[in-house]
């Protein structure tokens, strides 16, 4: 299975995966059959504005239902799909499903965006602008309404590729963010060079900031370097009231977390958002990015 090593993380997981297989449970298999037979299901985190509280947009997480491990969670799948090149259908299907429910969302009258995760091999191996394009089409969805999450460390993989990529998304119309900040290697002088518009920081940093100063100078500083950049800043893992209110003071532009909503399913979602959009309406309508 072992495409290619590129972390011994990777290396240590894929063995164990391997182990796992040679006692009679095929992961591969098993993913490859998940999506044809509707094991996977999508739950939406809202993501949520510092300045108003209103939602504007939500973050697409795949969720597995195994037939006999019960639920795996995404990080136990997502480094195994990518090892093995199951991600290019998950995408696809992610990606199809998420635009639909966005599509009857808007069409509900929800104004609504999507963030939606791709990885390194979404970016080097799969035509990942012509998918994302033939598929907002055929959702009637607009490209500025999608946000494409990419992690530093892909893009790092595979500078080259990643950047033809990401530029011919940017040109689409498509807005990209960038997801962990703060766990990879890339350097502030690289990010210059990424059409991005959205830095999410991790939330190792985020979720002690009020009690740890090493935490807390880091998200200023990162705040501060990617505003002067012109991005927007979106703090991850935001559990408390104390964080919030600190991560406000700091300029930071949005937030998801628990304090705010667990990640849900469409119909629950629709609901929230629609109480949220009554309890906190948007102070100025449109999405972050739209004209
Ligand atoms: P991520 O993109 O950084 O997603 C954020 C993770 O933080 C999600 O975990 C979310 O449920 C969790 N989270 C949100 N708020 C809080 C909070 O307040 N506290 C804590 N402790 N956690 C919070 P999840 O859903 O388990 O996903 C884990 C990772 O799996 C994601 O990290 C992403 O890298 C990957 N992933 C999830 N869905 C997809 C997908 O559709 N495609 C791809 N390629 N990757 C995905
Ligand atoms: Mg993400
Ligand atoms: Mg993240
Ligand atoms: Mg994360």
């Known amino acids: 299975y072992v495409a290619k090593q590129t972390s011994s993380g990777y290396a240590a997981f894929t063995q164990k995966m391997v182990r796992t297989t040679e006692h009679g449970l095929s992961l591969l298999s098993d993913l490859r059959r998940a999506v044809d037979e509707n094991q996977f299901y999508l739950q939406y985190q809202p993501k949520i504005s510092l300045a108003d509280r209103s939602c504007l947009s939500a973050e697409v997480l795949i969720r597995w239902r195994h037939p006999t491990r019960g639920f795996v969670p995404p990080d136990q799948f997502i480094p195994f799909a990518e090892q093995t090149g199951c991600i290019k259908s998950i995408t696809r299907w992610v990606l199809a499903r998420g635009l639909a429910q966005l599509a009857a969302w808007r069409a509900a009258g929800l104004e609504m965006s999507l963030n939606i995760n791709v990885s390194t091999r979404d970016l080097v191996q799969q035509d990942l602008p012509a998918l994302v394009r033939a598929q907002l089409l055929a959702e009637g969805v607009a490209a500025r309404h999608l946000c494409l999450e990419v992690t530093e460390s892909a893009i790092m993989e595979d500078p080259a590729h990643a950047l033809a990529s990401l530029n011919a998304l940017h040109e689409m119309g498509v807005q990209l ?50 505003h002067h950049m012109g991005l927007k800043v979106v703090a991850e893992g935001v559990e408390t009231e104390s964080v919030a209110a600190q991560l ?39 999405a972050p990015g739209e004209p």
């Open 177 to 226: 963010s960038i997801d962990d900040f703060g766990t990879g290697y890339s350097s502030l002088a690289y990010l210059k060079k990424l059409p991005v518009q959205e830095l999410k920081i991790d939330r190792s940093f985020v979720m002690n900031l009020d009690l740890d100063d090493n935490d807390l100078n880091i998200v200023r500083s990162t705040i501060g370097m990617a």
């Open 248 to 286: 406000k003071t700091l300029g930071c532009d949005g937030a998801q977390g628990y304090l705010f909503s667990r990640p849900l399913g469409a119909d629950d979602f629709h609901a929230w958002a629609v109480a949220a959009r009554a309890a906190n309406p948007p102070l100025v309508l449109g």
